[in-house]
């Protein structure tokens, strides 16, 4: 069974920046995709960014130009930097991982809070 453990949400004014961290307790190349979710309430949970194991990237429109995704190999962790944060981008935020062929299986993690002040 993987495990994620998340870490990096918190409180913060609009314009600032948060950097969230999903620890995976497997090699992150034995995934296809690694990505974030946020959900807020009443809305259904959305895709903000995603990284495939041979590097494609994808963003929400929603995102693009503020948020980045990234990954430490040697740390077995998937990054989410958060810049120009706005109210709007409140949130739990959830790790994701997928992985198998040619049924994929996903992995959640537990989720982080994210909320941006105005």
């Known amino acids: 069974q993987v495990q994620l453990v998340e870490s990096g949400g918190g409180l913060v004014q609009a314009g600032g920046s948060l950097r969230l961290a999903c620890a995976a307790s497997?090699?992150?190349?034995?995934?296809?995709?690694l990505g974030w979710y946020r959900q807020a309430p009443g809305e259904q949970r959305e895709l903000v960014a995603s990284?495939?194991?041979?590097?494609?990237?994808a963003y929400a429109d929603s995102v693009k130009g503020r948020f980045t995704i990234s990954r430490d190999s040697a740390k077995n962790t998937v990054y989410l930097q958060m810049d120009s944060l706005k109210p709007e981008d409140t949130a739990v935020y959830y790790c994701?991982?997928?992985?198998?062929?040619?049924?994929?299986?996903?992995?959640w993690g537990q989720g982080t809070q994210v909320t941006v002040s105005s």
């Open positions: 497997e090699s992150v190349f034995s995934f296809n995709v």
């Open positions: 990284i495939t194991v041979s590097n494609g990237i």
């Open positions: 994701n991982v997928k992985r198998g062929w040619p049924f994929e299986t996903a992995y």
